[in-house]
C-alpha cells in the first residue's frame, strides 16, 4: 500500500504562485505514474498533470498537461525522495479547488481518468483570490 500526503496550499493572489508537494510512503514510488487533480465545489474531479513511472536507469519520464495549465503548470519528481511536485504559476482564481495527488500502478505511461488511480491523497486547497 501506498499513502499519499499533499501541502503546499495556501492563499495566493492572482498572477502568484505555489508549489505543491505530494510525500510518499513505502519504496515502490518509482514505479507509480503519478498525477495531479483539482475539484472545485461543486464540479467533478478534473485531471491536471501526470508525469510517467521511472522508465529505464537513467531515470527518463514523460509529462502531460490538461490544456487549461499548460504552460502554467510544472509537474515533477524525486524519486530518491518519494516526492511529486507542482509548480503553479500565473495562478488565476479559476484555479481554485481542492488539490490531489495520485498514484497509478499500471496501465498507460499517463493516465488522465481518475479510475485509472488506485492511490489518492486527502487532498490540499488553493485559493487563489481575483
Known amino acids: 500500500q501506498v499513502q499519499l500526503v499533499e501541502s503546499g496550499g495556501g492563499l495566493v493572489q492572482a498572477g502568484g504562485s505555489l508549489r505543491l508537494s505530494c510525500t510518499a510512503s513505502?519504496?515502490?514510488?518509482?514505479?507509480?505514474?503519478m498525477g495531479w487533480f483539482r475539484q472545485a465545489p461543486g464540479k467533478e474531479r478534473e485531471f491536471q498533470a501526470a508525469i510517467s513511472r521511472r522508465r529505464g536507469i537513467t531515470n527518463y519520464t514523460i509529462t502531460n498537461y490538461a490544456d487549461s495549465v499548460k504552460g502554467r503548470f510544472t509537474i515533477s519528481r524525486d524519486n530518491a525522495k518519494n516526492t511529486v511536485n507542482l509548480q503553479m504559476n500565473s495562478l488565476k482564481p479559476e484555479d481554485t479547488a481542492i488539490y490531489y495527488c495520485?498514484?497509478?500502478?499500471?496501465?498507460?505511461?499517463?493516465?488522465?481518468?481518475?479510475?485509472?488511480?488506485?492511490?489518492w491523497g486527502q487532498g490540499t486547497q488553493v485559493t487563489v483570490s481575483s
Open positions: 513505502g519504496r515502490t514510488f518509482s514505479s507509480l505514474a
Open positions: 495520485a498514484g497509478a500502478t499500471s496501465g498507460s505511461y499517463l493516465p488522465r481518468a481518475t479510475y485509472e488511480y488506485q492511490y
